[in-house]
C-alpha cells in the first residue's frame, strides 16, 4: 500500500464533462420520441461513416440526404426561442390552435403520402411517372404546411418535454422537400434555376424556409437576417445603385437556383456532409473515450502553479478543444464553465478572465490539423491540399497562441499573480502514464502525412479513440460506440443547419455576381494604395462575419472578398488564409462578439466592455494576417532558411505587442510615452523588410535599456510604484 492517489483527479478542483455540447435550447424528449430520436441520429451518423469509407452515394443525392435527415432531427430537438405573450395571452392562444393544427396537419400528411406514392409507385409497381394527383397540388400543401407550422411555433409556447405538433410538421417537411428532390433528381439537375416547374418552386422555396428557421434556432438571427438580406438583394438589386446594381431575377429562378450545388448543396453542404459530421463524430469519440477530459487535466498539471495558471490552461485547453469542437461561443461555454471562476480566482478581473477564454476559444479554428473544419472548406474551395493547409497555418497559430500568452503572462506579473496550489491539481506523474489518450491526434496527424485522405485518416483517429478507451475505466462497448455516434448527430446539428443557410448566400452571390464586382472595386483601390484595399478587405470580412459561426462566416468571405485579393496578385493560398483569420476573429470583435459575451455571461462581467478587452488580447491575430501577406515564409513558403528569420522576427514584434497592449514589458510597467514607442516597434515588424525589422530591432532595445536603467532603478529606490 503506497498511499498514492490511483485516481489523479480525485479531490481536485479539475471537473468532468467540461467538453460536453450546451444544450440551452435542446428539449427532453420523453419516452417513445426520445428513442425515436436515438435511433434516428445512430442511423444518420451510421449513414454518413458507411457512405464515406464503403459505399459511395451519387453526390447531389447524398447532399440532400444529409441536409433532410439534418433538419428533421433538428426540428425533433431544437426549441423554438423567440419573444413571446404573456402567460394569460398564452392560455388564450392554446385554444387557437386547432385551426393551424389541422391546416398544417392535413397538408403535411397529404406530401409525406404523395411522396410515399411516388416512390412506391416507381419502385414496386414500376410505373415510371406518377399520375398527376401526386405531384400537382404537392408544392402548395408542403409550403402551407412548412409556413403555419413555422409561424405557430413562433406564437405558441414551446414545450421542453415532448416535441409539439408543429415541429413534426416541420419535420415532415423537411422529409418531403428532401423526398422530392430525390425522386426527381436527375430532371432537378436539368431544369432547377434553368427552366424550372411551378412545384419546383414550391418545394425549394419551403426548403430554404426550414434552413432559415433551423439556423434561428440553433445559430440565432444574424446568420438568418444577413441571408434574408442577400435573398432580398436578388429582387432588389436593378433598383439599386453602382456595383450593387444587377438585373433582377423571378421568382422560380431565383430559389430553384439557390437549391443547387451553386447554393445550398454546393461548397459547405459537401463540407458539411463530409468533413465536418466525420470529424464532429470523432470529437463524439473523443468525448465518450473522455480525452476531452484528459487534455484538460494535463494542462492544469503542466501550467496550472505557474504564475497566472489558469488563463495558460485556458490557452492550452481551449485551444485544443476549440480546435476540435467547430464554435468559438461553444468551446467557451463548454470549457469556460471551469476555466473562469479559476482564472478570477487568482486575481484576474473578470472581464479579463472572460476575455483569456474568449481569445483561446477563438483562436482553436485557426489551430491545425482541424482548424474548426474551416480548412476543410477552405481546401473544397480552393482545390488546395488539406495538408498543405496545415501545414501552412503552423507558424500563425504558434504566433497567435504566443501572444495570448505573453499577454496573460504579462497580467499576471504586473498584479503579481500567484498560480494555483499544486496539492489541488492533477499529478502530472500520473497523467503521463495515461500520455496514450494523445494517440488518437498522433493517429490522425500522421495518416494525413502518410497520404491517407482526409476522411481515411478521421476514420483511423475516431476508431483509435474507441481502442484507446479500453485501456482506460472508461471502456467503449458497443453501447458507449452508440452513444457516440447518437452524441455526434445532435453536435452536428447547429454546424449543418449554418452550412446549407451559408450556401442561400454563396448562392446569391454568384447568381448576381456581386462576388466579381466587389473584385473589381478592390481593384481600384488597390491602384492608389494595396494597403488600404486590404484594410478594406479585412473590414469587410470581420463584419461579413460578425454573429456567425466560422464556418459560415468563412464560407461568406470567402465568396466576397477572396477572389478580389486573388485578382489583386495576392496567391490564393495567401488570400485564403487572409479573410479566413478575419472571419475567424470577428467572434471577439466588438460590437458582436460572440465568442466575447458568452464568457462575460460566465464571468458576470459587462459585456461590451469584455468584447474590447477580448479584442485587445486578441490584437495578434489583427495582425498577423499583414505580417504573412508581407511575409510568405510565415506560411511555410521557401526554404527553412527563409522561414527562419520572418518567424525571429515575428517572435519579437508579438512580444512587443503584447507587451504594449498590456502596458507591462521587460519586468516593469510602460509609461504611456514608452508603450507607444513599443507598439510601433511592434508594427514595424509586420512586413518582413531589413529596414522596418531593424527599426522594431532598435525600438525594442530602446524600449529595453529605458525600462532597464530608468524605470527598475526608480522602482527599487522608491521613487515610482511597480504598479503605476
Same mark, same amino acid.
Given at each position: 500500500m503506497t498511499g498514492q492517489d490511483p485516481n489523479p483527479t480525485a479531490g481536485k478542483i479539475v471537473v468532468s464533462g467540461v467538453d460536453?455540447?450546451?444544450?440551452?435550447? +435542446?428539449?427532453?424528449?420523453?419516452?417513445?420520441?426520445?428513442?425515436?430520436?436515438?435511433?434516428?441520429?445512430?442511423?444518420?451518423?451510421?449513414?454518413?461513416?458507411?457512405?464515406?469509407?464503403?459505399?459511395?452515394?451519387?453526390?447531389?443525392?447524398?447532399?440532400?440526404?444529409?441536409?433532410?435527415?439534418?433538419?428533421?432531427?433538428?426540428?425533433?430537438?431544437?426549441?423554438?426561442?423567440?419573444?413571446?405573450?404573456?402567460? #394569460?395571452?398564452?392560455?388564450?392562444?392554446?385554444?387557437?390552435?386547432?385551426?393551424?393544427?389541422?391546416?398544417?396537419?392535413?397538408?403535411?400528411?397529404?406530401?409525406? +403520402?404523395?411522396?410515399?406514392?411516388?416512390?412506391?409507385?416507381?419502385?414496386?409497381?414500376?410505373?415510371?411517372?406518377?399520375?398527376?394527383?401526386?405531384?400537382?397540388?404537392?408544392?402548395?400543401?408542403?409550403?402551407?404546411?412548412? +409556413?403555419?407550422?413555422t409561424l405557430s411555433s413562433w406564437l405558441f409556447r414551446p414545450d421542453r418535454h415532448g416535441v409539439p405538433w408543429y415541429d413534426w410538421v416541420l419535420f415532415a417537411g423537411s422529409f418531403s422537400v428532401g423526398g422530392y428532390l430525390i425522386f426527381n433528381l436527375s430532371a432537378w439537375q436539368f431544369r432547377a434555376g434553368v427552366m424550372p416547374q411551378e412545384t419546383d418552386f414550391w418545394v425549394s422555396l419551403a426548403g430554404i424556409v426550414l434552413i432559415l428557421e433551423l439556423t434561428r434556432r440553433m445559430a440565432g438571427l444574424a446568420l438568418v437576417i444577413i441571408a434574408a438580406v442577400f435573398i432580398l438583394y436578388g429582387f432588389v438589386g436593378p433598383y439599386l445603385p453602382g456595383f450593387l446594381e444587377h438585373s433582377g431575377y423571378e421568382f422560380k429562378r431565383f430559389f430553384t437556383y439557390i437549391y443547387t450545388d451553386n447554393g445550398i448543396l454546393g461548397p459547405t453542404t459537401a463540407v458539411s456532409s463530409t468533413y465536418i459530421i466525420l470529424f464532429?463524430?470523432?470529437?463524439?469519440?473523443?468525448?465518450?473515450?473522455?480525452?476531452?477530459?484528459?487534455?484538460?487535466?494535463?494542462?492544469?498539471?503542466?501550467?496550472?502553479?505557474?504564475?497566472?495558471?489558469?488563463?495558460?490552461?485556458?490557452?492550452?485547453?481551449?485551444?485544443?478543444?476549440?480546435?476540435?469542437?467547430?464554435?468559438?461561443?461553444?468551446?467557451?461555454?463548454?470549457?469556460?464553465?471551469?476555466?473562469?471562476?479559476?482564472?478570477?480566482?487568482?486575481?484576474?478581473?473578470? #472581464?479579463?478572465?472572460? =476575455?483569456?477564454?474568449?481569445?483561446?476559444?477563438?483562436?482553436?479554428?485557426?489551430?491545425?490539423?482541424?482548424?474548426?473544419?474551416?480548412?476543410?472548406?477552405?481546401?473544397? +474551395?480552393?482545390?488546395?491540399?488539406?495538408?498543405d493547409l496545415i501545414v501552412a497555418a503552423v507558424i500563425p497559430a504558434v504566433l497567435y497562441f504566443t501572444s495570448v500568452f505573453f499577454m496573460v503572462d504579462f497580467e499576471a506579473r504586473k498584479h503579481n499573480m500567484r498560480g494555483l496550489p499544486r496539492d489541488e491539481l492533477p499529478v502530472m506523474a500520473e497523467l503521463i502514464r495515461r500520455v496514450y489518450l494523445f494517440i488518437p491526434i498522433l493517429i490522425l496527424v500522421g495518416a494525413l502525412f502518410m497520404g491517407y485522405s482526409v476522411i481515411r485518416a478521421g476514420t483511423l483517429a475516431m476508431v483509435s479513440a474507441m481502442v484507446v478507451s479500453w485501456l482506460t475505466p472508461y471502456r467503449m462497448g458497443i453501447m458507449g460506440v452508440l452513444n457516440a455516434l447518437n452524441l455526434s448527430a445532435r453536435m452536428a446539428i447547429q454546424l449543418i443547419a449554418v452550412c446549407a443557410c451559408a450556401g442561400i448566400i454563396v448562392g446569391v452571390i454568384g447568381l448576381t455576381g456581386v462576388g466579381l464586382r466587389f473584385s473589381s472595386m478592390l481593384l481600384a483601390m488597390a491602384e492608389h =494604395?494595396?494597403?488600404?484595399?486590404?484594410?478594406?478587405?479585412?473590414?469587410?470580412?470581420?463584419?461579413?462575419?460578425?454573429?456567425?459561426?466560422?464556418?459560415?462566416?468563412?464560407?461568406?468571405?470567402a465568396s466576397v472578398v477572396a477572389p478580389g485579393l486573388i485578382q489583386l496578385g495576392i496567391e490564393p493560398l495567401i488570400a485564403h488564409f487572409f479573410v479566413f483569420y478575419y472571419a475567424v476573429i470577428s467572434a471577439i470583435t466588438p460590437p458582436v462578439a460572440l465568442a466575447a459575451y458568452a464568457g462575460a455571461a460566465l464571468a458576470g462581467s459587462e459585456p461590451l466592455r469584455t468584447s474590447v478587452t477580448a479584442f485587445r488580447i486578441g490584437l495578434a491575430a489583427f495582425v498577423v494576417p499583414f505580417m504573412f501577406f508581407y511575409s510568405p515564409a510565415l506560411l511555410m513558403q521557401g526554404s527553412w532558411t527563409e522561414i527562419a528569420l520572418p518567424v525571429v522576427t515575428a517572435l519579437i514584434g508579438i512580444y512587443l505587442l503584447s507587451g504594449a497592449v498590456i502596458g507591462y514589458l521587460f519586468d516593469a510597467d510602460l509609461g504611456l510615452p514608452i508603450r507607444a514607442v513599443a507598439f510601433v516597434g511592434a508594427l514595424s515588424m509586420i512586413s518582413g523588410g531589413w529596414m522596418t525589422d531593424a527599426i522594431g530591432l532598435s525600438l525594442a532595445t530602446a524600449v529595453f535599456l529605458f525600462q532597464r536603467?530608468?524605470?527598475?532603478?526608480?522602482? #527599487?529606490?522608491?521613487?515610482? =510604484?511597480?504598479?503605476?
Amino acid at each position: 500500500m503506497t498511499g498514492q492517489d490511483p485516481n489523479p483527479t480525485a479531490g481536485k478542483i479539475v471537473v468532468s464533462g467540461v467538453d460536453d455540447e450546451p444544450v440551452s435550447n +435542446v428539449r427532453v424528449l420523453g419516452r417513445w420520441d426520445g428513442h425515436f430520436f436515438v435511433v434516428f441520429c445512430i442511423l444518420y451518423t451510421t449513414f454518413h461513416l458507411v457512405v464515406l469509407n464503403i459505399f459511395p452515394m451519387e453526390t447531389w443525392a447524398f447532399r440532400i440526404v444529409h441536409v433532410a435527415g439534418g433538419l428533421m432531427i433538428g426540428f425533433g430537438l431544437a426549441i423554438s426561442l423567440v419573444p413571446r405573450f404573456d402567460d #394569460q395571452v398564452q392560455v388564450l392562444w392554446r385554444s387557437a390552435q386547432l385551426l393551424p393544427f389541422l391546416v398544417a396537419t392535413l397538408t403535411a400528411l397529404f406530401a409525406v +403520402v404523395a411522396i410515399v406514392a411516388a416512390f412506391f409507385m416507381r419502385e414496386v409497381l414500376e410505373i415510371r411517372f406518377p399520375p398527376p394527383w401526386v405531384f400537382k397540388t404537392f408544392g402548395w400543401a408542403l409550403i402551407a404546411s412548412v +409556413v403555419v407550422a413555422t409561424l405557430s411555433s413562433w406564437l405558441f409556447r414551446p414545450d421542453r418535454h415532448g416535441v409539439p405538433w408543429y415541429d413534426w410538421v416541420l419535420f415532415a417537411g423537411s422529409f418531403s422537400v428532401g423526398g422530392y428532390l430525390i425522386f426527381n433528381l436527375s430532371a432537378w439537375q436539368f431544369r432547377a434555376g434553368v427552366m424550372p416547374q411551378e412545384t419546383d418552386f414550391w418545394v425549394s422555396l419551403a426548403g430554404i424556409v426550414l434552413i432559415l428557421e433551423l439556423t434561428r434556432r440553433m445559430a440565432g438571427l444574424a446568420l438568418v437576417i444577413i441571408a434574408a438580406v442577400f435573398i432580398l438583394y436578388g429582387f432588389v438589386g436593378p433598383y439599386l445603385p453602382g456595383f450593387l446594381e444587377h438585373s433582377g431575377y423571378e421568382f422560380k429562378r431565383f430559389f430553384t437556383y439557390i437549391y443547387t450545388d451553386n447554393g445550398i448543396l454546393g461548397p459547405t453542404t459537401a463540407v458539411s456532409s463530409t468533413y465536418i459530421i466525420l470529424f464532429i463524430t470523432f470529437a463524439a469519440f473523443l468525448q465518450a473515450s473522455r480525452v476531452g477530459e484528459y487534455f484538460v487535466n494535463f494542462a492544469f498539471a503542466a501550467a496550472g502553479h505557474k504564475r497566472g495558471g489558469p488563463a495558460k490552461v485556458a490557452i492550452f485547453a481551449s485551444g485544443l478543444m476549440g480546435m476540435i469542437n467547430g464554435t468559438s461561443a461553444g468551446n467557451v461555454v463548454a470549457t469556460g464553465s471551469l476555466t473562469i471562476p479559476l482564472m478570477k480566482r487568482v486575481g484576474y478581473r473578470p #472581464q479579463v478572465a472572460a =476575455s483569456v477564454e474568449a481569445a483561446a476559444s477563438t483562436g482553436g479554428q485557426i489551430m491545425p490539423p482541424i482548424m474548426g473544419a474551416g480548412a476543410f472548406i477552405m481546401a473544397e +474551395v480552393t482545390g488546395i491540399p488539406y495538408t498543405d493547409l496545415i501545414v501552412a497555418a503552423v507558424i500563425p497559430a504558434v504566433l497567435y497562441f504566443t501572444s495570448v500568452f505573453f499577454m496573460v503572462d504579462f497580467e499576471a506579473r504586473k498584479h503579481n499573480m500567484r498560480g494555483l496550489p499544486r496539492d489541488e491539481l492533477p499529478v502530472m506523474a500520473e497523467l503521463i502514464r495515461r500520455v496514450y489518450l494523445f494517440i488518437p491526434i498522433l493517429i490522425l496527424v500522421g495518416a494525413l502525412f502518410m497520404g491517407y485522405s482526409v476522411i481515411r485518416a478521421g476514420t483511423l483517429a475516431m476508431v483509435s479513440a474507441m481502442v484507446v478507451s479500453w485501456l482506460t475505466p472508461y471502456r467503449m462497448g458497443i453501447m458507449g460506440v452508440l452513444n457516440a455516434l447518437n452524441l455526434s448527430a445532435r453536435m452536428a446539428i447547429q454546424l449543418i443547419a449554418v452550412c446549407a443557410c451559408a450556401g442561400i448566400i454563396v448562392g446569391v452571390i454568384g447568381l448576381t455576381g456581386v462576388g466579381l464586382r466587389f473584385s473589381s472595386m478592390l481593384l481600384a483601390m488597390a491602384e492608389h =494604395s494595396q494597403f488600404i484595399a486590404l484594410l478594406f478587405a479585412m473590414m469587410i470580412s470581420i463584419i461579413l462575419g460578425m454573429g456567425m459561426p466560422t464556418t459560415a462566416a468563412y464560407a461568406v468571405a470567402a465568396s466576397v472578398v477572396a477572389p478580389g485579393l486573388i485578382q489583386l496578385g495576392i496567391e490564393p493560398l495567401i488570400a485564403h488564409f487572409f479573410v479566413f483569420y478575419y472571419a475567424v476573429i470577428s467572434a471577439i470583435t466588438p460590437p458582436v462578439a460572440l465568442a466575447a459575451y458568452a464568457g462575460a455571461a460566465l464571468a458576470g462581467s459587462e459585456p461590451l466592455r469584455t468584447s474590447v478587452t477580448a479584442f485587445r488580447i486578441g490584437l495578434a491575430a489583427f495582425v498577423v494576417p499583414f505580417m504573412f501577406f508581407y511575409s510568405p515564409a510565415l506560411l511555410m513558403q521557401g526554404s527553412w532558411t527563409e522561414i527562419a528569420l520572418p518567424v525571429v522576427t515575428a517572435l519579437i514584434g508579438i512580444y512587443l505587442l503584447s507587451g504594449a497592449v498590456i502596458g507591462y514589458l521587460f519586468d516593469a510597467d510602460l509609461g504611456l510615452p514608452i508603450r507607444a514607442v513599443a507598439f510601433v516597434g511592434a508594427l514595424s515588424m509586420i512586413s518582413g523588410g531589413w529596414m522596418t525589422d531593424a527599426i522594431g530591432l532598435s525600438l525594442a532595445t530602446a524600449v529595453f535599456l529605458f525600462q532597464r536603467f530608468v524605470v527598475i532603478p526608480r522602482i #527599487q529606490r522608491g521613487k515610482l =510604484s511597480p504598479a503605476g
